[in-house]
């Protein structure tokens, strides 16, 4: 069994968009449309892969560019993001070169604040629901049988807009005469984003030596939509906040890179580092409406366990670097006016991510069983 390696991409540039797995930052839960490990895509012809993989994480700590403003956890005016995503997904053999997959996330999200409930109280709304559908189709660019010692697949897909990306909650203090209002509930816990996406992404493996492997992967998630028409609210905080009334559908990408170990024939370890993020800018398409850039680098180490068709893995990333970049409004307030302007965002700590799967194992032709067993030393979520 292969132990599973995050499959995500660096598509064309790395400055772009900010897909922030940590924190407020990220709009939502994203990972790549073919699959999320390589165990998932090295397949033989007709094989299925089924699993779900989990992320958690709590957002709590304020960034203004790379500065953490520690007060507001002391003042007790920080916002709190809990975090709860699943990915369900299925992968299928093509042939033992070519797969496609379907993913279908669920999101379970709270969001405690103060300023969202007219400052005078703290209160929690909440989301939950199906994500956004994704559907890819990847290929290995070399033989698996003649290239046992290193591949790279490369992909591509789509994401469908079937999350609701106008969830709402009842907000405190902030309709007529300061009572009750039901609203959207902030961006960086709507189930979706409004619009279709397109992905590319890579992975990549080397064999070092025997139980030893080096990997790298990585998505650049293309969302062409400029906003999606639902209201944020956040004029009414401030008239400087007028051209973030109404959310933007942002890019998103991650990259991912380190080196994993076989400790027996059916644990492995990994140890690397990550890169989140959401940008200030897309890539395709206006760059109107409210968003939150930012990026975290986090390491990121791992274990795996595999026993026959099923494969049990577990990575919690924790942060060593966030940063909240200004944004377009940021940047058009501070031209027009002359006074300073940067925003600031919530970022967690680390994220707890837990994948499971099990393989079908079809009667066609079949990958050899050494090149299965080698794949046992990759792990990584």
Known sequence: MINKIPLLFLFIILSASYLNAQGCVAIRHFSSCVGNSLENNVLNKGDIQLGMNYRYFKSFRHFRGTEEEPDRVTNNTEVINNSHSTDFFLTYGISQRLYTSITLPTVFNSRSSLYEHGRKERNTTFSRGLGDIRLGLGYWLFDLETHKNGNLA????????????????????????????????????????????????????????????????????????????????????????????????????SIRTGISYSITPTLSSSIGARFDCVPVRDLIGGN??????????????????????????????????????????????????????????????????????????????????????????????
């Open 288 to 381: 109107n409406g409210f968003r939150r850039p930012g990026s975290v680098l986090s390491i990121d180490p791992g274990i795996g366990y595999n026993k026959s068709n099923f494969s049990f893995n577990l990575n919690i990333p924790f942060a060593v670097r966030r940063e909240r970049p200004q944004s377009i409004t940021d940047i058009q307030t501070e031209n027009s006016t002359g006074s300073s302007r940067h925003g600031d965002a919530a970022f967690a700590d680390y994220v707890i991510n837990f994948g499971v799967s099990y393989r079908i194992i079809s009667n066609k032709v079949k990958i050899s069983p050494e090149l299965l067993n080698d794949f046992k030393s990759s792990n990584s979520n």
């Open 154 to 253: 490369i992909g591509m897909g789509f994401k469908l807009p079937t999350g609701n990306y106008n969830a709402s909650d009842i907000f405190y203090n902030v309709g007529p005469n300061d009572g009750p209002q039901t609203r959207p509930v902030d961006q960086s816990i709507q189930p979706g984003d409004g619009g279709f996406g397109f992905t590319m992404d890579f992975q990549l493996y080397q064999k070092i030596a025997n139980g030893l492997f080096s990997y790298a992967s990585g998505f650049y998630l293309l969302n062409p939509r400029e906003t999606n028409g639902i209201r944020t609210f956040r004029e009414t905080l401030s008239p400087l906040l007028e051209n973030e009334a109404i959310m933007a559908v942002p890019d998103q990408y």
